[in-house]
């Protein structure tokens, strides 16, 4: 009998391993994979992710991984205008002022091992049924390759199962709304020109509204991608592949590829994004992560909000355990704490994700940051949030940008 588990063990379910460890709780981390595991990912790790690792003890390991450090993001527009925004400039010591592209064969091993320092794991353990009493959650069931099922009981289960959740879809919350997701391939590189300490997110009009990503990925290799929301590749009839060579292939990055080689054929993922507040939890359990549906829809990121997820599920469930009380009353708690915490980031996100649909408007402010630094200052400002990053939905901002 486990306190809590966990049924998934990428960066969401890891991290509420930890935070089960540092709570008292005793878990049972389970995973279909034996790690070190592929994910199909852009591999960016962004200040939030930073923030975690750092309340974990863990900045200072993660720091020697294998990958790239990065100080710099590159913004590209339709009209293949672009600039820099510089991370280490920020004026406030508390914010972060460096992220990384770790691929996530080493980056979710090295969380995984960790978790399994202090917690109980199976790996190569499939879920495939949750157990369920007067329809309260009580654990799972499932079974190692080719083995007899096995029920496991615990107070709590969380589905930190990613985007295909079983724990979601057993309970009746997994939810695959077209608008609300996108779609995205990536492919490492070797060989790729000009790779340095920054990513690259261009916006170019072959993808457009979705954007292309070129990523350092370490040592001479590049993570490679493009994602589009799953509505915009249905109705355009988008091969995602296709524009994906079309777009190495463009005048504006023919040069950087000419001596690049594919590492592997291009892999595609979705990304449940948090545009909408899907249903996250009841009686007895919690989803975290892409089972709870939390990427962020301007940026495509959902590694920082997977870790800020198992946090908050683990001190829920300290809470449940202390007051022995499961119920979905008591675990509301985790849905209010974390909706109060990413929502209106998520928020914003919708509205620029919408925003960028408009290629005048990204021109607009692309053109006016490569010419002007005050402008290039305001959006450093902004992603440090510095300046409320909701001002970039109010029209005021453009006319900011205009007369800087
Ligand atoms: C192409 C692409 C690019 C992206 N780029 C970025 C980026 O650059 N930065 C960023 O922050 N985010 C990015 N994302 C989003 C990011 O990959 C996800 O948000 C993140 O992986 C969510 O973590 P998670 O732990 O919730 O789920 P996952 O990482 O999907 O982990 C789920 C785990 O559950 C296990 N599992 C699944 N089913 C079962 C089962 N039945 N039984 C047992 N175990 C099971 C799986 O084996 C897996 O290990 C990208 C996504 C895609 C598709």
Request: charged share 25%; hydrophobic share 40%.
């Amino acid at each position: 009998m486990f306190d809590v588990i966990i049924v998934g063990g990428g960066p969401a379910g890891a991290t509420a391993a930890l935070y089960c460890h540092k709570a008292g709780l005793k878990a049972l981390l389970v995973d279909k994979a034996t790690f070190p595991r592929d994910k199909i990912c852009g591999d960016a790790l962004s200040g939030k992710t930073v923030r975690i690792l750092r309340e974990l003890n863990l900045l200072d390991s993660l720091q020697n991984l294998d990958g790239a450090l990065i100080r710099r993001i590159t913004f590209g527009g339709p009209s293949n205008k672009q600039f820099d925004l510089n991370l280490k400039n920020s004026r406030h010591s508390e914010h972060i002022t460096q992220g990384f592209v770790i691929p996530r064969k080493i980056f979710d091993n090295f969380l995984f091992q960790e978790a399994k320092k202090v917690t109980e794991v199976r790996e190569g353990f499939s879920v495939k049924e949750i157990l369920i009493e007067g329809g309260i959650v009580k654990g799972i069931i499932g079974n190692d390759a080719h083995g007899p099922d096995e029920e496991i009981q615990a107070d709590l289960v969380f589905g930190a199962d990613g985007y295909n959740s079983v724990v979601a879809r057993k309970l009746g919350l997994y939810d695959m709304n077209m608008e609300h997701t996108s779609v995205a391939i990536r492919c490492y590189y070797e060989g790729v020109k000009d790779l340095t300490d920054q990513i690259e997110l261009h916006y170019v009009k072959e993808v457009n509204p979705g954007y292309f990503w070129i990523f350092p990925a370490g040592g001479n290799t590049a993570n490679i991608g493009l994602g589009l929301s799953k509505e915009d590749v249905k109705k355009q009839k988008k091969n995602l592949v296709k524009l994906l060579d079309d777009v190495t292939a463009s005048p504006y990055f023919k040069d950087r590829f000419a001596d690049a080689k594919p590492l592997e054929k291009p892999v595609g993922w979705n990304l449940p994004l948090g545009s909408i507040r899907r249903p996250n939890f009841g009686d007895g359990f919690m989803l975290l992560g892409d089972a709870a549906g939390l990427v962020d829809p301007f940026t495509g990121e959902g590694i920082g909000n997977a870790l800020v997820s198992g946090k908050f599920a683990a001190e829920t469930a300290q809470k449940a355990k202390a007051g022995n009380n499961f119920n979905a009353a008591v675990l509301s708690e985790y849905d209010t704490r974390l909706w109060d915490e990413i929502g209106p980031e998520l928020n914003v996100s919708y509205k620029l994700q919408k925003l960028a649909r408009s290629r005048f408007l990204l021109n607009f402010v692309i053109n006016r940051a490569t010419r002007n630094e005050k402008v290039r200052h305001i959006i450093a400002g902004m992603l440090a949030n510095e300046i409320p990053r909701k001002d970039l939905s109010n029209p005021f901002f453009y006319f900011k940008i205009l007369f800087s």
